[in-house]
């Protein structure tokens, strides 16, 4: 059968095509039930069992690694961060001198009292007796 030509060389898309094969039949009950022979069934569920057993140690064995790996990999970043903020610290420290800002020492002697940072334990005149008024 010829098909139907719009004019340009190309079957027009309203064209049936013709049919190369058979239709499709159901297969035969035989051939969709086929016997089981006797302890197939139990091989085939022990098989089964064998095989959940290894998937659910291969799954323990993924997420071990990945723990392992994530831990190794977090102390190792962790590590060469502290590692790089040490290195740099003066070079962070010296950038800011240009600022203008006080230095630590001083900003340390405005911060804290007259008499040093533990000069909050030495009592007050007056408070020799830990601020207990008579």
Not at 38 to 63: C, I, K, N, Q, T
Not at 98 to 115: I, K, V
């Amino acid at each position: 059968m010829a098909r139907p030509d719009t004019g340009n060389g190309f079957p027009s898309r309203h064209a049936e095509a013709p049919r190369s094969r058979p239709a499709r039949t159901r297969p035969a009950k035989a051939e969709v039930m086929p016997s089981v022979q006797p302890g197939a069934l139990s091989r085939l569920l022990a098989l089964s069992d064998e095989r959940d057993a290894w998937e659910r140690l291969a799954l323990d064995w993924a997420r071990s690694a990945y723990r392992n790996g994530y831990r190794a990999g977090h102390a190792r970043g962790y590590r060469t961060g502290y590692e790089l903020a040490v290195r740099e610290w003066k070079i962070t420290a010296a950038g800011m001198t240009h600022l203008g800002g006080p230095s630590f020492a001083e900003l340390d002697r405005r911060r804290y009292p007259p008499n040093g940072r533990l000069s909050w334990i030495i009592p007050r005149p007056g408070e020799a007796d830990g601020g207990r008024r008579s």
